[in-house]
C-alpha cells in the first residue's frame, strides 16, 4: 500500500507541476501584442488552475498516508533529518498553495478586464499568472527533489 500512496503522491505532483510548466513555456511562446498569449490565457487558465487545484489535495492527503506509513514503520520516531527535509517539502507546498490561491485571483481579475475590454488588464493578469505558475513549477521541482532526497533516509 506504501508504494501505492507514493506513487500518486508523486505522480500528482508532476501533474500539477508539469501542468503550471506548460502554462509558462506556452505564454512565453506566444506573441502578446497580437492577443495570442491572452487568448491562451483565457482559454487555458480555469483548466490548468484546476488541475492544480485537484493535484494539491490529492498530494496532501497521499503525502498524510506516506507520513502515516512511514511513521508506523519507524513506531513514529522519525530521524531529524527527516523532519527537516519533510518541513522543507512543507513550506514549497504552502508557497505553492498560496501561488495557486493567487492565480485563481489573476484567472477572475483577467476574465473581468476581459469583460470590460480592458486589454493592458488582460495583459498584466496573464503576466501575474504566468508568475504564480512559474512560482508553482519550480517550488515543485525543489519539492520532487526533496522528496528523492526524503525516500532515502
Do not use: Q
Not at 34 to 41: D, K, L, Y
Not at 47 to 61: E, S
Not at 95 to 116: D, H, I, K, Y
Not at 123 to 140: D, P, Q
Amino acid at each position: 500500500m506504501r508504494g501505492v500512496f507514493l506513487w500518486i503522491h508523486v505522480a500528482f505532483g508532476a501533474l500539477w507541476i508539469g501542468a503550471a510548466l506548460c502554462f509558462v513555456l506556452a505564454a512565453a511562446v506566444l506573441d502578446a501584442e497580437g492577443g495570442e498569449r491572452h487568448e491562451f490565457a483565457l482559454r487555458a487558465a480555469p483548466a490548468i488552475n484546476r488541475i492544480g487545484l485537484t493535484a494539491a489535495i490529492i498530494v496532501v492527503l497521499t503525502g498524510l498516508g506516506n507520513i502515516w506509513m512511514v511513521g508506523r514503520l519507524t513506531n513514529f520516531h522519525f530521524r531529524p533529518e527527516f523532519i527537516r527535509l519533510l518541513e522543507g517539502k512543507v513550506l514549497l507546498y504552502a508557497t505553492m498553495v498560496v501561488a495557486l490561491w493567487a492565480s485563481f485571483r489573476a484567472e477572475s481579475n483577467m476574465r473581468s478586464a476581459n469583460r470590460e475590454g480592458l486589454t493592458p488588464g488582460v495583459n498584466a493578469e496573464t503576466g501575474r499568472l504566468t508568475r504564480f505558475h512559474l512560482a508553482i513549477a519550480l517550488c515543485g521541482i525543489v519539492a520532487l527533489a526533496l522528496g528523492l532526497w526524503l525516500a532515502g533516509t
